[in-house]
Each structure stands twice: as structure tokens, then as C-alpha cells.
């Protein structure tokens, strides 16, 4: 049977909207299941605490669980493997944190490859890190910490969560810019706490504000700066490091990212309502009694901290002759 010309172009037309509205429909009703939200560092570390705010609101948005997993190791690769080798549909996505931009330097072979497997959503947060030491270390400023230091080689050690980590990072950049030849010694991530409380090893340690905070207000230990540009509403009376050694400024940062060909619909979804979340003033409080300053904004935007963090941490520790194979 032939069809008349305008019933033909009608239902040609018609045809070729169905993939459109077919994805627009799909993005719509996303998610039909739970989610799963996959982290690197472990239950009650900074990244699995946004994880679990983050994966709450989103819950309550879309009606939906978003299940927090826990895949810690190998700085967060164990975690980020996974999520580039999932089905890139929506429902399997990865806490981004920075210390994702930090391997991508640190790291000479990955299964995956950060920066072309992963999709940027939306960042949600950033948060100073404290620069700390134990009471018995006499250094009250971080003048008098660089001459303790520079007085006392070999005293006075740098302590992390482990090779390539955010608190590793940062405590080079600062060797760097203050001149100093300090010894690392790396902990397994939160296990660098008790040796840091204990006291015995004069350490300093970068630690981020959300689990360090509560150590410094009990007096446990004492926060010398914080590593943002300007000081944490948190703690008004410690200065910024970038006062003593201008130019200074690193944090953590936290976001979400997809797999690879993720249907942009569904990280346009996603991107909205990560930013509906993050200007939620509930998760806004919740994230400031951690130390935490929200962030939001679209795809490009994270998509252009990712890029800008990656170039600086690769500075130093190309700098700092710090490779893991």
C-alpha cells in the first residue's frame, strides 16, 4: 500500500523524534532502582561521610536508595577501577575526590584512565586542610614550626594518610615552599591519628578539617593553619598558611562522576539535582559543622576544577620525585 505524501513525511518525522523523546522519557523516570555510590577510603573517613550526606539527600530527592559502598585501597583506585569498568547507565557512580587528580600523576600504569573514563556530574564540597601537630612539638605558628625545623634537622617528620594521598600532597608543596627536608612517614589512613595523638614521633601532619576538627577543638592537637586561601569560618582564630608562605592553597574536594558514555541525559539529571542538594540549607549546615564550603555548578565546571587540579598536583609531585608504579 502507498502511503500519501503528507501521512509518509508525518510519520517520518514522527519516527525520528521517538530516540529523543525516548531518552528525555528514560532521564525522567531515572532512577527505577538504587543506586550505588562507591567511595575509596573506607566507613567514617572524609569521603565516606560527604558520600553518605550526599547519597541521603539525593535519597529523599528522587525517591530512590543511593547505597554508599565502601571500596577502600590503593588510593582510591580500587574504587575508581570499578566504577570505569561499570555499565554506564546511571547506576553505578563514584565519589570523585582529589586525590583522583592526584593519581593521575602519582601512578605510571592504571587499569583506567581517570581523566577519559570518568564523567564529570557536579562537585558538592571542598575543605581546608589543618595543619597540625601533637602540644609537646614547640611551635605555636607556622613561622616557628619552619624555624624548629630548619634548627632541628631530622627532629621533626611528615606524617600522612599514605603515598599519594591529599595530606601527602599538601605536606610536600608546603617542603617545598618553606625549604625544608622533612621525613615522611606514611600511616594507613586514619591510623595516622593515634600515632599523631600519641605523641612519642614529633610529626606534622595535613589533615582535612572533617576529621581532624574535633582533635584540635579538644585541644589534642594543635592546629598551626589552614590550607585554603582565606581562614575556615570553623576556626576564625587560625590563620591561613597562604599568610605565612603566600601562594599556598590546597584542599580536599569531593564530587560525582559516571562511566563513560553515561546518556547525557541522566548526568544532566543527576548534575541538577546534586546542585538542588548541595543549595539545600539542611546539607549546607550539616556540611559547615564539618568544615566543608559547598561548591555545585554544572558538568564543565567540575569537569574544569578536575583539570586544574590535576595540572597542580602533578607540579609536585613531579617536584617532589614521587612515583608509584
Do not use: C
Not at 529523599?60 to 577502600?72: H, T
Not at 591510623?191 to 578539617?209: C, N
Request: proline share 6%; no cysteine; aromatic share 6%.
Amino acid at each position: 500500500m502507498k502511503l500519501p505524501r503528507r501521512q509518509f513525511l508525518h510519520l517520518a518525522a514522527t519516527a525520528a523524534t521517538l530516540p529523543a523523546v525516548s531518552r528525555f522519557a528514560s532521564a525522567q523516570s531515572y532512577p527505577t532502582r538504587p543506586v550505588h555510590l562507591i567511595e575509596g577510603f573506607g566507613a567514617g573517613s572524609a569521603t565516606d561521610i560527604v558520600a553518605r550526606l550526599i547519597g541521603q539527600s539525593l535519597s529523599e530527592q528522587l525517591g530512590q536508595s543511593f547505597v554508599v559502598e565502601n571500596r577502600s585501597g590503593a588510593n582510591s583506585n580500587i574504587a575508581t577501577d570499578a566504577v570505569a569498568r561499570a555499565s554506564p547507565d546511571g547506576y553505578t557512580l563514584l565519589l570523585i575526590t582529589s586525590a583522583n587528580a592526584i593519581n593521575a600523576t602519582l601512578y605510571d600504569k592504571l587499569n583506567y584512565n581517570f581523566i577519559r573514563d570518568i564523567v564529570p556530574i557536579a562537585s558538592i564540597v571542598h575543605v581546608p586542610l589543618v595543619m597540625e601537630v601533637h602540644p609537646s612539638v614547640p611551635a605555636r605558628t607556622v613561622a616557628e614550626l619552619i624555624a624548629y625545623a630548619k634548627a632541628n634537622p631530622g627532629k621533626l617528620n611528615l606524617a600522612s594518610a599514605g603515598i599519594g594521598s591529599t595530606t601527602h600532597a599538601a605536606g610536600e608543596m608546603f617542603k617545598t615552599m618553606a625549604g625544608l627536608d622533612l621525613l615522611h612517614v606514611p600511616y594507613r589512613g586514619a591510623q595516622v591519628f593515634p600515632a599523631l595523638l600519641a605523641g612519642d614521633v614529633q610529626q606534622v601532619y595535613f589533615g582535612p578539617l572533617l576529621s581532624s576538627i574535633g582533635y584540635v577543638r579538644a585541644g589534642q592537637l594543635r592546629a598551626l593553619a589552614v590550607t585554603t586561601a582565606t581562614r575556615s569560618p570553623m576556626l576564625p582564630d587560625v590563620p591561613a598558611l597562604s599568610e605565612t608562605l603566600p601562594g599556598y592553597e590546597a584542599s580536599a574536594w569531593f564530587g560525582i562522576g559516571a562511566p563513560k558514555r553515561t546518556p547525557e541525559e541522566i548526568i544532566e539529571r543527576l548534575n541538577k539535582e546534586v546542585n538542588v542538594s548541595v543549595a539545600d540549607p539542611k546539607l549546607q549546615a550539616r556540611l559547615a559543622d564539618l568544615g566543608g564550603m559547598v561548591l555545585g555548578g554544572s558538568p564543565a565546571d567540575f569537569a574544569k576544577l578536575i583539570s586544574d587540579e590535576v595540572k597542580k598536583w602533578s607540579r609536585v609531585m613531579l617536584a617532589a620525585n614521587i612515583k608509584r608504579e
